[in-house]
T-cell receptor
């Protein structure tokens, strides 16, 4: 069945460092791909999305490109801030049943 | 636009007791999901409704969990009897769910359940 695999955390970075969180997926068809973020004590929020191959989703300085050839959707940010500390979830929108399937999440700590 | 509403925010019960959670999705969203998120893990889909019909409940422990979505709007998730391992955050989400471009799920704040 469809699945998402993302790098294990936690990831600890200093402020202004470059961030990459790897995500790969297995799916039939052409799913939509998402990154959700969960800040401490809050619910899940959509960070960015891409609906077809080679699309780039971007928001708040974060970017991810839908790579069909490598079945990947890696999250990147050029300069992280302390306020980016959160758990990041890669997810896919299953085209068959329109359901969202999540990875296990990657916790990011950014220190000043 | 109002978001997904869930209640209660927190619940503490003893094992073998019953508990119910309520969810009101975004107006016009045909698809409603209940997810279970155990501490340190990603959300796991328990059940998915399309309007008032069940699309997927393959991971719902049906001996103790039940859910309904009467009239295709609000939904309730019940656990009876609760076990210690049911301690988790229960997330409700909704999406337009009509086509590939509308699979984006919008989440409520969740209900944190502690079973003691």
């Amino acid at each position: 069945g469809d699945s998402v695999t993302q790098m294990e955390g936690p990831v600890t970075l200093s402020e202004e460092a470059f961030l990459t969180i790897n995500c790969t997926y297995t799916a039939t068809g052409y799913p939509s791909l998402f990154w959700y973020v969960q800040y401490p004590g809050e619910g899940l929020q959509l960070l960015l999305k891409a609906t077809k191959a080679d699309d780039k989703g971007s928001n708040k300085g974060f970017e991810a490109t839908y790579r069909k050839e490598t079945t990947s959707f890696h999250l990147e940010k050029g300069s992280v801030q302390v306020s980016d500390s959160a758990v990041y979830f890669c997810a896919l929108g299953n085209t068959g049943g329109f359901k969202t399937i999540f990875g296990a999440g990657t916790r990011l700590f950014v220190k000043a | 636009e109002a978001g997904v509403a869930q209640s209660p925010r927190y619940k503490i019960i003893e094992k073998r007791q019953s508990v119910a959670f309520w969810c009101n999705p975004i107006s016009g969203h045909a698809t409603l999901y209940w997810y279970q998120q155990i501490l340190g893990q990603g959300p796991k889909l328990l059940i998915q409704f399309q309007n008032n019909g069940v699309v997927d409940d393959s991971q719902l422990p049906k001996d103790r969990f039940s859910a309904e979505r009467l009239k295709g709007v609000d939904s309730t998730l019940k656990i009876q009897p609760a076990k210690l391992e049911d301690s988790a955050v229960y997330l409700c989400a909704s999406s337009l769910g009509r086509d590939k471009l509308n699979t984006e799920a919008f989440f409520g704040q969740g209900t944190r359940l502690t079973v003691v």
